[in-house]
């Protein structure tokens, strides 16, 4: 060893020694290990296609109708029926449980409204309509006006009657946008709505279980959306593009996060909440404005969606009827939506939902006929095999429905 290299350890050699006589005796600890990686649940896993072959035993087929309106959502202040005040909220094309929390906060608004202008006093107010509209106004305007006594008026108050109760219940304003494509106003309501919505919903979280609420991934081929090109980002993020998680439907496709909002459990959760709040129900069948004079309330709220065709003569409503199929739910797995159609722009979609699988569709204008029929019996197996179609891979070869 050279003179430099036998100085440097001495040296080094005093240091340590000095630091341990400095500091003490410092036992040698292993490091600690690095704190285990937490890694987001990939939304992108492998997903279970539904399987067809499995029609649910209990209401396998449905038909329901939407009551478009060509001039969009009618949410105003009207004019009085025999010096009662109304307010209108119907009209919401196919999208009434999307935009059915938003709507009805303006609604109640809008009671506040009439309310002033009544010289006599309010204590009672009449919604017209039982669902999914009637009922979430009816809860709006209890908790913002608490001191009116409320009455649901429906024709038939088994919910079952309701087209609300028919209806898939994805978040997405599909087809509400097309009465607001040259309409930049009415662009700004529709998104003021859907923001709105998206608050109600935010902060009923605590009651999504009770409520039939879930959060969903929607898988679509990658074209356009529909609905949510109308929807503000803010509202519905921009979408991913992935390569969608199918078995038989490797192809690119794109990936929102919306909500899924079960009518079937929903709607029953409203009407206890609402029953135990004062609300009352009464079945009444209104054959014309004479009938909604004749009422005692102070206030009407008409939510009578297609109903108002006929009731309130706006011929700007048009009936879109529409064919679903429920399939059983196998699996926790199914938790996902598959919507935006076929390759070739065919309807067809797949809503999981918390104890079945929807899928539709068709969009059958000035058709109102809410019975099936034998005609509709070959469309609930064009609906089936559209859908099957979509998740071989096969989705360019969908075919319309009714042919």
């Known amino acids: 060893m050279n003179r430099r290299s036998f100085l440097g350890l001495a040296l080094g050699t005093a240091a340590a020694a000095q630091l341990r006589c400095s500091l003490g005796e410092v036992p040698v600890r292993p490091p600690a290990p690095p704190p285990p990686i937490r890694l987001p649940l990939d939304p992108t896993r492998d997903r279970p296609a539904p399987d067809f072959e499995r029609v649910h035993p209990d209401e396998p087929h449905l038909v329901g109708v939407r009551p478009h309106r060509k001039t969009g959502v009618r949410l105003e202040l009207g004019a009085p029926i025999a010096g009662k005040p109304v307010v209108h909220n119907y009209g919401h094309s196919g999208a009434g449980i999307t935009l059915s929390l938003g709507c009805a906060e303006e609604a109640a608004r809008l009671v506040g409204e009439a309310r002033q202008l009544h010289a006599g006093g309010v204590a009672e107010l009449a919604i017209l309509g039982s669902g999914i509209i009637g009922l979430t106004t009816a809860a709006a305007i209890r908790r913002a006006h608490p001191d009116l006594k409320i009455r649901i008026y429906a024709a038939d108050l088994a919910l079952q009657s309701t087209t609300s109760w028919v209806a898939g219940g994805q978040f997405e304003p599909s087809g509400v946008r097309s009465a607001y494509k040259e309409d ?108 909604v004079a004749a009422l005692t309330e102070s206030i009407v709220v008409n939510c009578t969606g297609y109903g108002a065709k006929a009731l309130f003569q706006d011929d700007d409503v048009v009936p879109y009827r529409g064919h679903l199929v429920r399939l059983e739910r196998p699996s926790q797995a199914h938790d996902y939506f598959f919507s935006a159609g076929c390759e070739n722009k065919v309807i067809a979609y797949v809503f999981c939902r918390q104890d079945d699988i929807v899928i539709g569709g068709t969009y059958v204008p000035r058709d109102d006929r809410t019975t099936i029929e034998q005609d509709d019996v070959p469309v609930f197996a064009g609906v ?19 042919e």
């Open 184 to 291: 930049e106003a009415g662009q700004a309501r529709l998104a003021g709505w859907l923001r709105a919505s998206r608050d109600r919903i935010t902060a009923l979280r605590p009651q999504w279980d009770a409520l039939g609420i879930a959060r969903r991934d929607n898988f679509t081929l990658d074209h356009d959306s529909g609905g949510y090109d109308a929807t503000p980002r803010d509202v519905v993020p921009a979408p991913a593009t992935i390569a969608l998680p199918f078995a038989g439907l490797r192809d690119r496709g794109r990936l929102y996060r919306t909500w899924l909002l079960n009518p079937r459990i929903w709607m029953p959760a409203l009407v206890k909440e609402l029953t135990a709040g004062g609300v009352s129900f009464v079945q009444r069948r209104f054959g014309s404005i004479r009938d």
């Open 384 to 402: 089936i095999d559209n859908n099957r179609r979509v998740f071989e891979g096969r989705s360019d070869a969908c075919r319309w429905l009714p």
